[in-house]
């Protein structure tokens, strides 16, 4: 009887010079027109033989992830029989998601995401700390008591895991909810390279704006299951997920509930995108029977499957 199969896509993070060098020219021709067609400059180029500083800003590195998460998927389904039961993303992997689930059109999901990188540069600048070994009560409150403060935004962004929460917002009222962490006990205290603050209130503007594009942009209801970042569920018609993709913009991403809803399958975990980040994720929560497509030994480790 076969697996239940959870295919997750990665966010930004993800994402390295060459990432596409695995593929064949002839698949990558596949996709080029219409990769060319949806973006004003040579993103396949770009991934192969770009500045890393380039590869790294958020408009760029938003469709060079989809585009190389979708790659992923279209050689696994189409050369294998193996498809998924659930699709997911973290953050951005949510709209490679709904690319796999045929939600989008590819050159729209492209123009999209590519808007959307285009927005959150656009934001208020801010920072990023990921908070190790700290329960998640304490990381609210500090957030709160900082934010109070200083009169400014910060908040829980990425609940990834029991042992890993990631707060973002404006930089004084981060570094104060630091601050009250390491009173507090918290020992490690990362903070991100990033100069964008997501998933918090200062990314209202890019969400406002994000949501004039999105009305026009024409979306059917996914092929497989697919659950939402905002709240681990899915959405019950196409306004309702074009809503929840709005509200992802300034809402934490919800991973903890997402592995929890799908580790209650007992199934198979498919990171389906360039790098590793979603397995270990998956791991501290305590999934099992993980694979990534970035192993290069996947075709072999997932055999069984087929």
């Known amino acids: 009887m076969p697996r239940h199969i959870t295919f997750a896509f990665p966010g930004q993070g993800s994402q390295y010079s060459g990432m596409?060098?695995?593929?064949?020219?002839?698949?990558?021709?596949?996709?080029?027109?219409?990769?060319?067609?949806?973006?004003?400059?040579?993103?396949?180029?770009?991934?192969?033989?770009?500045?890393?500083?380039?590869?790294?800003?958020?408009?760029?590195?938003?469709?060079?992830?989809?585009?190389?998460?979708?790659l992923e998927f279209k050689l696994i389904t189409e050369n294998?029989?193996?498809?998924?039961?659930?699709?997911?993303?973290?953050?951005?992997?949510?709209?490679?998601?709904?690319?796999?689930?045929?939600?989008?059109?590819?050159?729209?999901?492209?123009?999209?995401?590519?808007?959307?990188?285009?927005?959150?540069?656009?934001?208020e600048k801010g920072s990023m700390y990921a908070i190790l070994n700290t329960d998640i009560g304490i990381i609210n409150d500090c957030c709160l008591r900082a934010s109070s403060a200083t009169n400014s935004i910060v908040s829980p962004a990425n609940i990834n895991s029991p042992k890993q929460v990631v707060i973002s917002g404006a930089n004084n009222a981060v570094e104060l909810a630091v601050n009250y962490l390491k009173e507090n006990g918290a020992k490690k205290c990362i903070k991100l390279k990033v100069a964008i603050s997501s998933h918090c209130e200062l990314m209202v503007n890019a969400a406002n704006d994000l949501?004039?594009?999105?009305?026009?942009?024409?979306?059917?209801?996914?092929?497989?299951e697919l659950i939402h970042n905002v709240d681990s569920n899915s959405a019950k018609d196409i306004d309702d997920l074009k809503e929840r993709m709005i509200l992802q913009l300034t809402k934490p991403v919800q991973w903890v509930d997402t592995m929890n809803y799908i580790d209650k399958y007992n199934g198979v975990f498919i990171e389906c995108g360039p790098s590793k980040v979603l397995?270990?994720?998956?791991?501290?929560?305590?999934?099992?029977?993980?694979y990534s497509t970035s192993s290069s030994n996947f075709v072999n480790e997932i055999k069984e499957l087929i």
């Open 20 to 70: 596409l060098n695995h593929f064949s020219d002839e698949f990558l021709n596949i996709y080029k027109d219409t990769v060319s067609k949806a973006l004003d400059f040579d993103l396949i180029d770009l991934i192969a033989n770009g500045d890393e500083n380039d590869l790294n800003k958020t408009s760029i590195t938003q469709p060079a992830i989809l585009l190389a998460s979708y």
């Open 80 to 123: 294998y029989n193996i498809k998924p039961d659930i699709v997911c993303g973290h953050s951005l992997g949510e709209y490679s998601a709904l690319l796999a689930a045929e939600c989008l059109a590819f050159e729209d999901a492209l123009q999209l995401v590519y808007k959307r990188g285009l927005l959150m540069e656009r934001a």
């Open 211 to 224: 949501s004039s594009f999105i009305k026009n942009v024409s979306f059917s209801m996914p092929k497989y």
């Open 279 to 290: 397995s270990g994720l998956a791991k501290a929560n305590n999934i099992d029977n993980i």
